[in-house]
């Protein structure tokens, strides 16, 4: 069995027209079309996630940030 991959933006219209490379033989073939959702953008790191509960249980966890009234910052 050949097996090939493509990645492809289906546009408006919902056409999608392929050449096929020269490995795979004419006849029969099994076409699976899947949508490809976006990846997300949060990651999660179950060691990472870990140590922040236990710094935070231990009370060592900065989880506010501001920045000091004295300090410069840009105007846009």
Known sequence: M???RLNTIIG??????IQL????????IELI??????????????AREAAKAKLLAGGALVTEFSVPAWCNTPEH
């Open 21 to 28: 490379p020269d490995e795979i033989p004419p006849g029969d």
């Open 33 to 46: 079309v899947r949508a490809v959702e976006p990846l997300s953008t949060t990651i999660i790191n179950p």
């Open 2 to 4: 050949v097996a090939i």
């Open 12 to 17: 408006d219209d919902r056409k999608l027209i």
